[in-house]
């Protein structure tokens, strides 16, 4: 064999050599696909009109090349929807896929592509299910992948970005939206147009994604995943939980439609910090002794609702929702109802998650 021949070989196993280290070294992350805007398409780049859910997450990841850079990505489709019909059994399917994955050593984090409508709910659904520390970050995008400016491609990168980080283990289930990482337990939707959307009004993000990398600033108290104690993995369904909303002149229509619907909890969205009107104050104080409980929620966009203000919650056995938003205080009064009706207990709950 010449010298030429030689050197040419050596090059190759070299190369074979540095691409299987590299691909060792940097982590593997599970891009979980369900839809929304993110996948969407629309007839042109530059009009409104569009159908979330439409390209698979092939097609999703194929945009963003750069991925590779970060992360070597497996990727499923979960479901392709718009948000909009997000669901209890895509919730519980996605939630048993996550932990079933966790245990695979060779997983290092997973990201959640889905529609930005529901996501703050989706987002805190996983936050209390999910058992793993390993990261979880949801991401959408508030334009269609065929639009000019489209958000998705760099959302996608940050998001697997951040999943990639060693910083981003056992920080909860997060959000990453344009460049902000938000945490789970306080994220929300603010502007149905802007793709500055998302934040935590009552506290800011946790941190921001720079250059390819995770730069947290902040960390939530509140528990989350492998230290929450809600075990969906036996269930098939979960209990039925409305909320329902306050304004002026409100009477108790909407308590007893609820009830009627066979509602196991009641969430009130209230006017303020959680106050109702006496009709209403009367009718859930009636839905708690029937043994149905009731959180006190607040429709405002910040700021806690919080126990004993204008309403006793004692006097009533109500709990109250502090800084759960109506949408998180439904899910966590879900989640409660599979293991107590007791308020006490509902209010401890709302106190630690
Ligand atoms: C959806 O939530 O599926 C539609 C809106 C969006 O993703 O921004």
């Not at 609820?258 to 969430?267: E, H, M, Q, T």
Request: hydrophobic share 40%.
């Amino acid at each position: 064999m010449n010298t030429k021949k030689i050197k040419s070989i050596l090059s190759l196993c070299m190369l074979i050599v540095f691409i299987t280290i590299g691909a060792q070294v940097k982590p593997t992350i599970y891009v979980l696909a369900t839809g929304g805007t993110i996948a969407g398409t629309g007839k042109s780049s530059t009009t409104s009109a569009y159908k979330a859910g439409s390209i698979s997450v092939e097609q999703l990841l194929d945009a963003v090349p750069d991925l590779a850079t970060v992360a070597n990505i497996k990727s499923e489709q979960i479901a392709n929807i718009g948000s909009q019909d997000m669901n209890f059994q895509v919730w519980l399917k996605l939630v048993k896929r996550i932990n079933e994955l966790s245990k695979d050593p060779n997983i290092n984090g997973f990201v959640i592509t889905h529609g930005t409508d529901t996501q703050d709910e989706t987002a805190y659904f996983l936050n209390l299910t999910a058992k793993t520390s390993k990261p979880i970050v949801l991401v959408g995008a508030m334009r269609p992948s065929t639009a000019l400016s489209a958000d998705g491609p760099r959302n996608l990168f940050n998001a697997v970005a951040c999943a990639a980080s060693p910083e981003s283990i056992a920080k909860g289930v997060m959000v990453v939206m344009d460049d902000k990482i938000i945490g789970a337990d306080d994220i929300s939707k603010t502007n149905t147009l802007s793709v500055g959307s998302f934040d935590n009004p009552n506290f800011g993000p946790l941190g921001i994604m720079y250059n390819g990398k995770p730069i947290y600033t902040r960390t939530s108290k509140k528990k989350n995943t492998i230290d929450a104690e809600f075990d969906v993995t036996k269930l098939d369904k979960l209990p039925r939980v409305d909320i329902i909303l306050g304004y002026v002149n409100t009477d108790k229509v909407f308590v007893d439609a609820a009830l009627n619907a066979g509602a196991k909890g009641l969430v009130y969205a209230g006017v303020g910090n959680g106050n109702m009107s006496g009709e209403v104050l009367n009718a859930l104080s009636q839905s708690v002794k029937k043994g149905i409980p009731v959180v006190r929620s607040s429709r405002l966009p910040a700021g806690p609702t919080c126990q004993w203000d204008e309403i006793d919650d004692d006097a009533h056995n109500f709990s109250a929702s502090w800084y759960l938003t109506p949408q998180r205080s439904r899910i966590l009064l879900m989640l409660a109802l599979t293991k107590t009706t007791d308020y006490r207990e509902i209010q401890r709950m709302f106190t630690e998650y």
